[in-house]
Each structure stands twice: as C-alpha cells, then as structure tokens.
C-alpha cells in the first residue's frame, strides 16, 4: 500500500528557517513532490526529486532519502507569505498517480 | 498563459440534480486528473485519464463520471450529487513524458450539495 506522514501544523518567526518532513511508503516509487497551497487556493508546484540528495531553489530547498522513505522541504529567511500548506506527493512508477500526504500548515509569525 | 481552467468557482446545488464541473487545459497535456480536497483528508483523486478516451478510477470514484472526449477538456459529472460531496474539487493536468511532469492544478470548485 502507499501511505505519507507529515505533521499536522508547524509554527516559526519571520526570518528564520523551518524543515517541514515528509516520510512515505510505497510500492513503487518514481519521485516526490513538494506543493505550496494558500488557504482556499490551488496548490503551487515548489520541487521535485526522484534521485537522493538535495535540490536548491532560491529560498527553498528539497531533500530526499530513498532508502529511508524520507523527504524534508528546508524554508529559509522566512516571510509572512510563505504562511501556507505544504504538500508532499508521490508519484506512484505504475500508474502516474500522484499520492498526497495529507498536508502541513505553517503559521509565520513576526 | 499556459493555465488550467474550471467552471463554475463556486456551486451551491441541492441533493439529486444533476451537475457538472467543467475542466479545461491549453498545454496540450495528455494526463489529467480530478481530485477533492476535504479538511484533514487532503487531496484525494476521483478520476485520472491517461489521454484522449482513456479514463480509470482513483480513490474516491464512487458518485463522480467523468469523459475525455478531448485532449484539452475533462468534465466531471456528479449525476444525483448527495451533501458527502460537499467538497472543494481541484482538477489538474500535467505531461507523461520527460523529467518533473508536475501537475498544474485549476483554481478549484467549492462545491456545496444540501
């Protein structure tokens, strides 16, 4: 079966860094996906990986362990605006599915 | 602009009238998806089409119809919509070939059925 945890909620300080972690199962594995959802919006594509080790985007970065079934999404310098959902997908090699995880809220305070 | 469309944004709709979300897309994708998010849940997938007159279930397909008659449009049909469908509904499309494929989700529907 396919199954991903991520916690529920997180909260952190304007200008700080988060690490929002992601660990999954599933019986064939063809990457993973980090989403950025605002309340009552679409979600937004932020990374991918589908080899181990760590991708850089600007501000964001995305991390991933196949072996362990493991991802994190590293936050840096962070604004008010990046208060959101984070959602972490796996696509499933059979089928193209993607598997989503049930999201996690981060607050950013000032 | 290279987007995902739906119509209507928002429905409110009684119990056994017959409805339907439109979806439509301008990349030339072959997949696309629907999906309905609900608190706590999150983004569960109801149907998926590999490409044109290919469709299959997802997860959560009991109560949903959809077709792929086009390669650009994905209409999803809720023939006699009961209030556990009282959701908000996301389609999305995305390549099948090459590295991301990521999906690009519509703005969503906000469906609520009384």
């Known amino acids: 079966g396919q199954n991903i945890d991520q916690p529920t909620e997180m909260t952190a300080t304007e200008g700080a860094i988060v690490q929002i972690n992601c660990t999954y199962q599933t019986s064939g594995f063809n990457g993973l996906f980090w989403y950025q959802q605002h309340a009552g919006e679409a979600p937004t594509f932020l990374s991918y990986?589908?080899?181990?080790g760590l991708e850089e985007k600007g501000r964001f970065s995305s991390f991933l362990s196949r072996s362990k079934g493991y991802s994190y999404l590293l936050l840096k310098e962070l604004q008010m605006k990046d208060s959101a959902s984070y959602l972490c997908a796996v696509r499933d090699y059979n089928t193209d599915k993607l598997i989503f995880g049930t999201g996690t809220r981060l607050q950013v305070f000032p | 602009e290279a987007q995902v469309t739906q119509n209507p944004r928002y429905l409110i709709t009684v119990t056994g009238k017959k409805l339907t979300v439109t979806c439509s897309q301008n990349?030339?994708?072959?997949?696309m998806s629907w999906y309905r998010q609900d608190p706590g849940l999150g983004l569960r997938q109801i149907y998926y089409s590999m490409n044109v007159e290919v469709t299959d279930k997802g997860d959560v397909p009991e109560g949903y119809k959809v077709s792929r008659k086009e390669k650009r449009n994905f209409p999803l049909i809720l023939e006699s919509p009961s209030p556990n469908q009282t959701s908000l509904y996301f389609c999305?499309?995305?390549?099948?070939?090459?590295?991301?494929?990521?999906?690009?989700f519509g703005p969503g529907t906000r469906l609520t059925v009384l």
């Open positions: 999305a499309s995305s390549r099948t070939t090459g590295d991301y494929n990521e999906q690009f």
């Open positions: 990986n589908v080899l181990d």
């Open positions: 990349m030339n994708h072959e997949y």
